[in-house]
């Protein structure tokens, strides 16, 4: 069965501070990969997606980029985070229809 | 990609039925509807989905509007559990990415 693994869980970094989130799946060949970014009582903001190795399509501008150096690897990262960036982050992942998420990555920028 | 309008919030008693709209109206033919919950702090979980016609399972029902510019969520009996934010997007395989709103958030009292 198809699974997919997000860490850390909770994060607190100072600002400043580098970033770097990983998501892996298992279980499936060539998904769509997602990251999302959700603010306290909002919906969820598409940050990036991927449909390939090495091919991320950004949503808005912004201190964070992303990569996908494997198949079933997605990373998110910042060289200089901002207080800004806090929120809940999370990965999705796609194949044919629907999305599957990860439990999510809470980063806290202080 | 087309969005969707959902309520911010509705409130149902337990083991009362629970009708969440959400209005599509910009709906294309190849856009299938989708609904996620979210509990807090966790990612959203798939809930069911369809194209034209109404759909079951085990965790809720969808009806379609003939012309597809809208659908309702129903869940049969409303449990404590069933509390959550729930998001309804339109996913289209070719275009590789979906829109999340606020979603709707349901209380559920006892």
């Known amino acids: 069965s198809q699974t997919i693994h997000q860490w850390p869980a909770t994060l607190v970094q100072p600002v400043g501070s580098p970033l770097s989130l990983e998501c892996t799946v298992e279980?499936?060949?060539?998904?769509?990969l997602y990251w999302y970014r959700q603010a306290a009582g909002r919906g969820l903001q598409l940050l990036f997606y991927?449909?390939?190795?090495?091919?991320i399509s950004s949503e808005v501008p912004q201190n964070l980029s992303a990569s996908r150096p494997q198949d079933r690897q997605f990373i998110l990262s910042s060289k200089k985070l901002l207080l800004s960036d806090s929120g809940f982050y999370l990965c999705?992942?796609?194949?044919?229809?629907?999305?599957?998420f990860g439990s999510g990555t809470r980063l806290t920028v202080v | 990609d087309a969005k969707t309008t959902q309520p911010n919030s509705m409130e149902s008693n337990e083991e009362e039925p629970v009708h969440l709209p959400c209005n599509h109206s910009?709906?294309?033919?190849?856009?299938?509807i989708h609904w996620y919950r979210q509990l807090p702090s966790q990612g959203p979980e798939y809930v069911i989905h369809?194209?034209?016609s109404n759909v079951n399972n085990r965790m809720a029902s969808l009806a379609i509007a003939e012309d597809r510019k809208s659908s309702t969520l129903i869940l049969h009996r409303a449990t404590l559990r069933d509390a959550a934010v729930y998001y309804c997007?339109?996913?289209?395989?070719?275009?590789?990415?979906?829109?999340f709103g606020d979603g709707t958030t349901l209380t559920v009292k006892p």
């Open positions: 910009t709906i294309s033919g190849t856009d299938y």
């Open positions: 369809g194209l034209t």
């Open positions: 279980g499936t060949s060539n998904p769509n």
């Open positions: 991927s449909v390939g190795i090495g091919q």
């Open positions: 997007i339109l996913v289209n395989t070719n275009a590789g990415k979906s829109t």
């Open positions: 999705a992942w796609s194949l044919n229809y629907g999305y599957t």
